[in-house]
């Protein structure tokens, strides 16, 4: 059961951030359950580095959304890079 909670949330967490930032490009729902996982890794490492979190203690479900938001934004940043 350890395994599916950062994944339950970070889907819930890609799903939230891809609503927040609707021209996020194309992705699926594998594609919003990686960016919301991926950011909620981020702000996990970002939280402890900052103290915001002990070691061992996760970002939970708004350091996940905050994380997934800056995981999108670079996304877009690439895809424009990569247009140009």
């Known amino acids: 059961?350890?395994?599916?909670?950062p994944i339950l949330i970070g889907a819930i967490a890609?799903?939230?951030a891809k609503l927040i930032?609707?021209?996020?490009?194309?992705?699926?729902?594998?594609f919003r359950v990686v960016?919301?996982?991926a950011g909620a890794l981020?702000?996990?490492y970002a939280g402890?580095?900052?103290?915001?979190?002990?070691?061992?203690?996760?970002?939970?479900?708004?350091?996940?959304?905050?994380?997934?938001i800056v995981m999108l934004i670079i996304y877009q940043l690439l895809l424009e890079t990569r247009r140009k």
Not at 21 to 30: C, F, H, R, T
Request: cysteine-free; aromatic content about 6%; proline content about 0%.
């Open 14 to 16: 890609g799903v939230l």
């Open 1 to 5: 059961m350890a395994v599916q909670w």
């Open 48 to 68: 402890d580095k900052i103290g915001m979190y002990r070691a061992g203690e996760s970002g939970g479900l708004i350091g996940a959304v905050l994380g997934a």
């Open 21 to 30: 930032i609707s021209g996020a490009g194309a992705g699926g729902l594998l």
């Open 35 to 37: 960016v919301g996982v």
């Open 42 to 44: 981020f702000a996990t």
